[in-house]
T-cell receptor, first 113, second 114 residues
């Protein structure tokens, strides 16, 4: 049972345009959602997070939107840069199950010059 | 400050062999965990620890053992390697057990079992 799903394995975006990565979840008990970025041969690095009591969180070029009724979140990157080319993982956790961060399958983002 | 250090970076095992993947952190974080990454599966939790002397199972614990004798170290043992354990393994640590605190990952160990 995949509790966190990223249905797009890959996404290609032109440099300077907006990149939108999507994530769906099934567990309504999740309290926090996090996005990680991963380059080849490196570990994932934390990018941005959002609490379930908010619907938007912004950090520079990165914004995460949360729609609890649809159990959907998205990561917006604007403007997209070549260095943003990486695999992006969505993850979620519940306060009661705080030890278990559940990850999606990942989306490979490619920024084209 | 190295963060989370994993050794070795690469390893090839024959079916039935045993080995230990090492993980050390210098951030004094209480929580540590092991994930495996497989194509199309994302990252799946194997085992985790909320502090020295305390470990628990994650989503895919079978075939793996862990121990946490110190805050710094969290080794992962493969008792009898199987081809299904071919994967990239990541160790991670975080400051607190709170749901919103982010994990800090090592750079991974790529394991091949033949």
């Amino acid at each position: 049972d995949q509790q966190v799903k990223q249905n797009s394995p890959s996404l290609s975006v032109q440099e300077g345009r907006i990149s939108i990565l999507n994530c769906d979840y099934t567990n309504s008990m999740f309290d926090y959602f996090l996005w990680y970025k991963k380059y080849p041969a490196e570990g994932p690095t934390f990018l941005i997070s959002i609490s379930s009591i908010k619907d938007k969180n912004e950090d520079g070029r990165f914004t995460v939107f949360l729609n609890k009724s649809a159990k959907h979140l998205s990561l917006h990157i604007v403007p997209s840069q070549p260095g943003d080319s990486a695999v992006y993982f969505c993850a979620a956790s519940a306060i009661q199950g705080a030890q278990k961060l559940v990850f999606g399958q990942g989306t490979r983002l490619t920024i084209n010059p | 400050n190295a963060g989370v250090t994993q050794t070795p970076k690469f390893q090839v095992l024959k079916t039935g062999q045993s080995m230990t993947l090492q993980c050390a952190q210098d951030m004094n974080h209480e929580y540590m965990s092991w994930y495996r990454q497989d194509p199309g599966m994302g990252l799946r939790l194997i085992h985790y620890s909320v502090g020295a002397g305390i470990t628990d199972q994650g989503e895919v614990p079978n075939g793996y053992n862990v121990s946490r004798s110190t805050t710094e170290d969290f080794p992962l043992r493969l008792l009898s390697a199987a081809p299904s354990q071919t994967s990239v393994y990541f160790c991670a640590a975080k400051k607190a057990t709170g749901a919103g605190s982010p994990l800090h990952f090592g750079n991974g160990t790529r394991l091949t079992v033949t």
